[in-house]
């Protein structure tokens, strides 16, 4: 079965919703963090032509998100005592 083209993104367009370089992306799909397809017709091409699937990109976002801690301030110093 084929998904419907809406569930892939370019790198441009995933980019964009990562908040990053357009070379950010293509790094991360070269490291082998971000999975992708190459849609080029030469296997052998120069340029690459990746698509990122939506659901791939969920998972990625997700594996990184960070919780939320409330931001808690360091116990106050007391003052220095003067002994003499």
Not at 2 to 15: D, F, G, N, R, V
Not at 33 to 38: C, F, G, Q, R, T
Not at 53 to 65: G, M, T
């Amino acid at each position: 079965m084929s998904e419907p083209a809406s569930a892939y993104l370019t790198t441009a367009e995933t980019a964009e919703r990562l908040r990053v370089a357009r070379d950010h992306v293509l790094a991360l799909i070269r490291k082998g963090d971000l999975p992708a397809i190459n849609i080029s017709l030469s296997t052998r091409s120069k340029r690459p032509r990746f698509r990122i699937p939506v659901a791939d990109l969920d998972r990625f976002i997700a594996a990184r998100s960070v919780p939320h801690r409330r931001y808690s301030r360091p116990p106050r110093r007391q003052p220095y005592r003067k002994f003499f």
